[in-house]
């Protein structure tokens, strides 16, 4: 998850944890193209969009948008940046005592978040048992990088025991974040006529009086009408 053309290549490779979260950050971008909202704290609200969004030129305050600012976080806020930028659930303490800190949200597949640089063998070793234990195939860890030794681990345990572990670095995140998006229609149709006015120009219709609108007794009568004429048909 990660750039748009490793993502897509490892979603066709497999469907599991990889294209899952492609297709979580792609949702990602798209609701916060379309509703431009923009956090105040990167902590509690990591999900906003990218600090600057082509075609807007908009700059969000106090979003991490480097390596060196997310290394920088507290651990718990390092998880959190994590787990939302995935669109993820938060795991429950008895789960997290088991080396789980969140799960995916389509398909609940285990996510472990450290906080470290080179991220080597033994590491797996015990996410593999939490894998097993919790009685799936796919799970995800997220690093600032991985050792030669954590990718042929991950290779073998995928080779021997058909579990797939998805090794996702910081970087390849924050390249995702930034790059799927949803393209402004302007970038779609440059050569399209622009109205003079926005939809949000316009006025806004008149409320009707307080004679004219219905009832409490009619809308419930309303409803139960039209659940009558559902069943009926």
Not at 17 to 35: D, G, H, K, N, P
Not at 168 to 195: K, S
Request: aromatic content about 6%; some cysteine; overall charge positive.
């Amino acid at each position: 998850m990660i750039s748009w053309g490793i993502v897509f290549a490892r979603g066709c490779r497999r469907l599991g944890s990889a294209s899952v979260t492609f297709a979580i950050l792609w949702t990602q971008q798209r609701c916060s193209r379309a509703s431009g909202n923009t956090s105040r704290s990167a902590a509690h609200a990591p999900s906003a969009p990218s600090p600057v969004e082509r075609g807007l030129g908009a700059t969000v305050i106090g979003m991490p948008t480097t390596e060196a600012e997310l290394a920088a976080l507290k651990p718990f806020e390092f998880q959190n940046w994590v787990i939302q930028s995935l669109q993820g659930h938060h795991a429950t303490r008895r789960t997290g005592d088991m080396g789980i800190d969140g799960c995916t949200f389509f398909n609940r597949d285990p996510i472990q978040v450290t906080r470290s640089e080179r991220v080597s063998r033994p590491v797996l070793d015990g996410f593999q048992t939490a894998i097993e234990r919790e009685g799936k195939q796919h799970g995800v860890v997220v690093a600032f990088s991985f050792t030669r030794g954590a990718h042929e681990e991950a290779t073998r345990v995928r080779t021997e025991k058909g579990i797939h572990i998805e090794l996702l670095t910081v970087r390849e995140i924050l390249r995702a974040r930034g790059e799927l998006r949803m393209p402004d229609i302007n970038e779609i149709f440059p050569t399209r006529e622009r109205p003079s006015t926005s939809f949000l120009d316009l006025p806004l219709p008149v409320a009707r009086k307080k004679s004219q609108r219905p009832s409490a007794a009619r809308l419930i009568d309303s409803a139960r009408e039209r659940q009558a004429a559902l069943s009926q048909g």
